[in-house]
């Protein structure tokens, strides 16, 4: 985490096309920060089936080195929060979007521009903030049309959509590749815990029933629970508990994300960052560990009902340490778009590495509608069939 890139992160214009140079003569660097095909002199961007920068138009290929000393380093959280100041950080010039909450920096000269997101028109004055950048990315391997083909895949695999759906759309709108800021946390959790155990044991019991016309006493076993209180220690390691840090993604969808292969993460090198838009994160680093605790305290909880045992668990109170506690600031790949139905816009995700893909979608409420009449016609066909056997 603590590997240097030869270019900050937030210094590239709107955080679009970014680029470091190496040794190799073989493109420049404009005035703006791309990189130039020394052949043909168009920007090289990155590829992903390849992994290298790549020229759209005479194919000539550069391949990215890591920065001299880059590696993946944890950082300590709290030592970090208590020297920020004095901290490798970057003072950039941010501007959020007040319709998407994207932030991304940008070139102090322009007072006018359009977010890089959702292509809304912004005309207000940025801030400085002090950024902690990234050290890390996973860099894209699905391509464009691999994005796509996801898309299209996941669609026609859906059910109870509108019959129209898959006939309408057919092209997502405005594919576009995006890093997205990610914070990932590690803790050595100890929580102590109260609460009941549950054990089941059976019992007969008695009761009375009429029968054509009679009554009739008859046995029949019962389940029971015994309660008894219960108290412990559970320790539980945490590695990588993984956080967005932006709020321009639909939250709903972004967390669902969850297949990254984060052994896959490389030192951070603004060339991976070619021929893509990389945003900002807008949750600090003391939000996205709040936000961490909650995913953690799901697996405690988990854990404590595992060391409870039995057949039910009951937890009353959790006090839970937290020690060792570090993080990293990464870029993960994702490819963001929408599709328009009807009079509603649907948006959708593609993880950038794995092609899992998570997406806001129409419902037929006809179809559901007939499908639970269904289901109850055939619950009573089966109830008449069995009681005309009786």
């Known amino acids: 985490m603590r590997g240097r890139s030869s ?15 190496t040794k190799d003569d073989s493109r420049t660097r404009s005035s703006e920060h791309l990189f130039r095909c020394r ?33 993946i380093e944890e950082l300590d959280f709290e030592d970090f929060l208590s020297k920020e ?10 501007i959020q979007c007040r319709a998407c909450g994207a ?18 028109h912004i005309v207000e004055e940025g801030k400085t903030q002090k950024l902690i950048q990234p050290r890390s990315l996973l ?34 709108q405005a594919l576009q590749g995006l ?22 044991y059976w019992e007969n019991e008695s009761y009375s ?15 029971k629970t015994r309660w008894s209180s219960v108290s412990g220690t559970v320790r539980k390691a945490f590695n990588d508990t993984l956080v967005p840090a932006s709020r321009s993604l639909p939250e709903r969808l972004a967390w669902k994300l969850t297949t990254w292969n984060l052994n896959q993460l490389v030192p951070f090198s603004p060339d991976y960052l070619s021929g893509f838009k990389a945003e900002t994160y807008t949750v600090t680093l003391s939000e996205g560990f709040d936000q961490a605790r909650e995913v953690m305290d799901g697996a405690i909880r988990e854990a404590i009902r595992n060391d409870i045992g039995g057949d039910h668990q009951r937890i009353q109170d959790v006090k839970t340490r937290y020690d060792d506690v570090t993080f990293k600031h990464i870029l993960l790949p994702i490819w963001i778009s929408s599709y328009k139905f009807g009079e509603k816009v649907y948006r959708f995700l593609v993880n950038g590495q794995t092609a899992e893909i998570r997406a806001e979608r129409p419902w037929s409420w006809v179809k559901i509608a007939g499908a639970v009449l269904f289901v109850i016609a055939v619950i009573l066909l089966i109830f008449a069939v069995t009681g005309a056997f009786k």
Not at 7 to 21: A, E, L, N, Q
Not at 85 to 94: F, I, L, N, R, S
Not at 103 to 120: A, E, N, W, Y
Request: aromatic residues 10%; positive net charge.
């Open 139 to 172: 860099p894209f391997k699905v391509t464009r049309d691999q994005a796509v083909k996801s898309f299209r895949t996941w669609l026609r695999g859906l059910w109870f959509a509108p019959s129209r759906l898959k006939r309408d759309v057919h092209y997502p």
């Open 85 to 94: 100041e004095t901290q490798e950080t970057v003072e950039a010039q941010t």
């Open 39 to 71: 052949g043909c002199g168009a920007q090289f961007a990155f590829d992903p089936a390849s992994g290298t920068l790549t020229c759209p138009f005479c194919a000539q290929q550069q391949v990215i080195d890591s920065p001299d000393g880059a590696n």
């Open 179 to 200: 890093y997205t800021p990610f914070w990932t946390y590690d803790a050595d959790t100890t929580s102590l815990y109260k609460g009941q155990r549950g054990d089941d």
């Open 209 to 223: 029933t009429t029968e054509g016309g009679r009554t009739v006493h008859k046995t029949r076993r019962v389940r």
């Open 7 to 21: 270019s900050s992160f937030p210094g590239c214009p709107s955080v679009v096309h970014c680029g470091s140079m």
């Open 103 to 120: 932030s991304s920096t940008h070139d102090p000269k322009l007072t006018s521009l359009s977010c890089p997101f959702c292509g809304t």
